[in-house]
């Protein structure tokens, strides 16, 4: 099908949306569980995470600090949301982010996500966002004790 847009001025204006914020933009840290250690045994068997001959293969788990640039947007309440009685769950717990779609990545498998000192787990199911190419992805965070 043909386009209104060349190549060139569809890659143009994707390049645009580098340079739009609706909010500010920051460094958030997504930690990841990541194992260091795998078995090597030639019986290993990785569906039940342990060899022939042994009970359990021992892994060492670390939390990995991987640094993401981020548009951050606190939601505010809205006049109805405030009303005692309606029992909807407050916005000053949940922040939405905007992500390149490579770091979604690493924001999928993160176990926390820190934002502004605050902790954060995913909320959500990503939302790609771009005119022509999916350049970023938003993603709504709940904030965790």
Do not use: W
């Not at 204006?13 to 990541?34: N, P, Q, R």
């Amino acid at each position: 099908m043909a386009s209104i847009f060349t190549d060139a001025e569809k890659a143009s204006i994707d390049s645009l949306f580098v340079d739009i914020h609706d909010t500010f933009k920051g460094t958030i840290y997504a930690f990841v569980e990541e194992a260091t250690s795998v078995g090597s045994d030639v019986d290993y068997n990785p569906l039940y995470n342990r060899t022939k001959a042994q009970s359990i293969v021992v892994s060492d788990i670390v939390k990995v600090k991987y640094p993401i640039e981020a548009r951050i947007y606190y939601p505010t309440q809205s006049e109805e949301e405030r009303m005692t009685d309606t029992m909807l769950p407050s916005s000053n717990d949940k922040c939405r982010i905007k992500i390149a779609k490579a770091d979604y990545e690493i924001i999928k498998r993160a176990s926390v996500i820190e934002v502004d000192g605050e902790n954060y787990k995913v909320d959500s199911k990503q939302s790609p966002i771009g005119p022509f190419n999916i350049t970023y992805v938003q993603v709504m965070l709940q904030r965790t004790s």
